[in-house]
């Protein structure tokens, strides 16, 4: 079974300040896709990156980019220049690499960015 | 990208009674799921909705408690039958879209629905 598991219940950061977000995961699938949802207050659930697990490079998209260690099991998210509409409960997730694969999550980390 | 609208988007129900969670999606998607998020808690998935065949269940949830349509490829129903107080959650429906536009087989939530039973 796939367990995804986010240490850091809350965080917070200062406006323009950087923050990291961390995840670990357990598999023993090789070829699988991580990915970091943002669920703002209004509930709607955003996806702001992915990773492919066969990819060393880490996935970057603007002031978002992750730190994955594959023999670590670990997918860590940073973010950059914090804005304030980052406040937002950050979940982690996983999908195998099968088309049919289902997505797990991790419990979520709630964001607080201050101004 | 898919665009999802669920109904009703929030609702107060009394317990023992049922409600019916209506997803639509603006173009025809591969899979649709359903989950739900209790308060302060993370997302569990319910069942896949499959088209035209009965909804696959997740271990911990049953088809008598939570019944499932799928009749075309852009609409699925999700009941909460004979509801009690810890039935109160977010119910969220997600799909996801076929095509080599979307690789990785990325799934796409709907805005959810707040469900809360006296």
């Known amino acids: 079974a796939q367990t995804v598991t986010q240490s850091q219940p809350e965080m917070s950061v200062q406006e323009a300040e950087t923050v990291t977000l961390s995840c670990t995961y357990d598999?023993?699938?090789?070829?699988?896709?991580l990915f970091w949802y943002k669920q703002p207050p209004s509930r709607q659930m955003i996806l702001v990156i992915r990773?492919?697990?066969?990819?060393?490079q880490n996935a970057t998209e603007n002031r978002f980019s992750v730190n994955f260690q594959k023999a670590a099991k670990s997918f860590s998210l940073k973010i950059s220049d914090s804005q304030l509409g980052d406040t937002a409960m950050y979940f982690c997730?996983?999908?195998?690499?099968?088309?049919?694969?289902?997505?797990?999550f991790g419990r979520g980390t709630q964001l607080t960015v201050w101004p | 990208s898919a665009v999802i609208s669920q109904k009703p988007s929030r609702d107060i129900c009394q317990r023992g009674t049922s409600l019916t969670i209506q997803c639509q999606v603006d173009?025809?998607?591969?899979?649709m799921f359903w989950y739900r998020q209790q308060p302060g808690q993370s997302l569990t998935l319910i069942a896949t909705?499959?088209?035209?065949?009965?909804?696959?269940?997740e271990s911990g949830f049953v088809i008598d408690k939570f019944p499932i349509s799928r009749p075309n490829l852009t609409f699925s129903t999700l009941t909460v039958s004979n509801m009690s107080p810890e039935d109160s959650s977010i119910y969220l429906c997600?799909?996801?879209?076929?095509?080599?536009?979307?690789?990785?087989?990325?799934?796409?939530f709907g805005p959810g629905t707040r469900l809360t039973v006296l």
């Open positions: 997600s799909v996801k879209v076929r095509g080599s536009s979307n690789p990785y087989n990325e799934q796409f």
């Open positions: 598999t023993s699938e090789n070829n699988y896709y």
């Open positions: 990773q492919e697990a066969y990819k060393q």
């Open positions: 997730a996983f999908k195998r690499g099968s088309t049919l694969g289902r997505l797990y």
């Open positions: 173009s025809q998607v591969t899979m």
């Open positions: 909705a499959n088209q035209g065949s009965e909804a696959t269940y």
